[in-house]
């Protein structure tokens, strides 16, 4: 056990530093977490002591795996499953952090280096500068779990070039350093092994030329590689068609990528779909997370949810038994449910946004 607080924030050299610091967990989110990174954002938008800000996460495994879904399946199990739920507030608050981010005033540097996974996107992917490496991998896994994409992931997936987004969505396909900045997740690439080179530059220096001294180029990309069927397979607005589009394509990745699909949970597949082709009409990211949050509270009182996350994570038997069991026994219905507005309990990002 430590005494150390779970985020390390403090001010030196005219830099905001936040340190994500559960480097045994690889810096899971949690709700105190996301409130005390948010108390410290607004505290240095109007801080002439701070220039910028860097996110950096603790430990040589990643920045950041996730939110704390173990956390979330105990809520959803014991029937704590709506917006006033513990995991209701967490969202709420969290999809809020995403969205000021998005918006902030300083430049936002975040080190993207090892794994980035669903909340470490919300954390990094909105921020005005994304530093990859070659240990990076990052993805949105949700529909692995019985849960869709959040924290503003559907914004960027659903503006990634093409159809990226829906086949990373879809498959939770992992993105390279090459990948994520392909895709629209990431702006630079540094070697991981000039970090501490960087971070000393960036005391002493402005932040574009302190980055550009340690930028090289992104190593390639397989998603672009692989665009041209991508985009082919996975550019029409039904799973199932996704689907036959993949099974007849003339390539050894599409069939894996037909295979990771039917993998997933059914009903979480068809609402993506629908939250990614909804996200893409929609103006800005705070919309965005607006949908997401009424997509979140219906995935809360979902038996997939429940179920996905004790399969990889509580017995990690691998063997989830969704429900419905298969693509075609998802209903309009059981898709349109997501979407439905939550009244007094919507987020509201958007509504703030404007004032």
């Given at each position: 056990m430590t005494d150390e607080p779970e985020v390390l924030i403090a001010v030196e050299d005219g830099l905001g530093l936040i340190t994500l610091n559960r480097p045994r967990a690889i810096n899971a989110l949690n709700h105190p977490m996301a409130l005390a990174i948010t108390d410290a954002l607004r505290a240095w938008a109007s801080d002439d002591a701070v220039r910028a800000v860097v996110v950096t996460g603790a430990g040589e495994r990643g920045l950041c795996a996730g939110g704390d879904i173990v956390a979330i399946h105990a809520d959803a199990k014991g029937g704590a499953a709506g917006a006033d739920s513990p995991t209701g507030v967490f969202w709420r608050d969290e999809y809020l952090?995403?969205?000021?981010?998005?918006?902030?005033?300083?430049?936002?540097?975040?080190?993207?280096?090892?794994?980035?996974?669903?909340?470490?996107?919300?954390?990094?992917?909105?921020?005005?500068?994304?530093?990859?490496?070659?240990?990076?991998?990052?993805?949105?896994?949700?529909?692995?779990?019985?849960?869709?994409?959040?924290?503003?992931?559907t914004y960027l997936l659903s503006r990634a070039p093409g159809e990226l987004g829906t086949h990373v969505a879809l498959t939770t396909a992992r993105m390279s350093a090459g990948d994520a900045i392909a895709a629209g997740f990431a702006d630079t690439y540094v070697p991981s092994s000039a970090l501490p080179e960087l971070l000393n530059a960036l005391r002493h220096n402005g932040v574009d030329a302190a980055i550009a001294k340690f930028a090289e180029p992104a190593?390639?990309?397989e998603l672009l590689a692989n665009q041209g069927w991508i985009d082919a397979c996975y550019a029409t607005d039904?799973?199932?068609?996704?689907?036959?589009?993949?099974?007849?394509?003339?390539?050894?990745?599409?069939?894996?990528?037909?295979?990771?699909?039917?993998?997933?949970?059914?009903?979480?597949?068809?609402?993506?779909?629908?939250?990614?082709?909804?996200?893409?009409?929609?103006?800005?990211?705070?919309?965005?997370?607006?949908?997401?949050?009424?997509?979140?509270?219906?995935?809360?009182?979902?038996?997939?949810?429940?179920?996905?996350?004790?399969?990889?994570?509580?017995?990690?038997?691998?063997?989830?038994?969704?429900?419905?069991?298969?693509?075609?026994?998802?209903?309009?219905?059981?898709?349109?449910?997501?979407?439905?507005?939550?009244?007094?309990?919507?987020?509201?990002?958007?509504?703030?946004a404007q004032r």
């Open positions: 952090l995403n969205a000021l981010i998005g918006s902030y005033s300083k430049p936002y540097v975040v080190i993207m280096d090892g794994i980035v996974m669903g909340g470490g996107v919300g954390l990094s992917g909105h921020g005005s500068h994304r530093i990859v490496t070659e240990r990076s991998k990052i993805g949105m896994p949700e529909v692995g779990i019985g849960f869709v994409p959040d924290v503003g992931g190593p390639p990309s039904t799973v199932e068609e996704i689907v036959a589009r993949l099974r007849a394509a003339d390539a050894p990745e599409a069939t894996k990528a037909a295979e990771d699909l039917l993998a997933k949970s059914p009903v979480s597949v068809q609402v993506t779909l629908r939250a990614l082709r909804a996200a893409r009409e929609l103006p800005t990211l705070e919309a965005v997370l607006d949908q997401e949050y009424r997509v979140s509270i219906a995935a809360l009182r979902s038996h997939d949810l429940v179920e996905g996350i004790r399969a990889q994570v509580i017995d990690k038997d691998r063997n989830p038994r969704w429900q419905p069991a298969s693509l075609g026994e998802v209903t309009a219905d059981q898709v349109a449910a997501y979407f439905a507005e939550l009244g007094d309990n919507e987020l509201g990002a958007a509504q703030e």
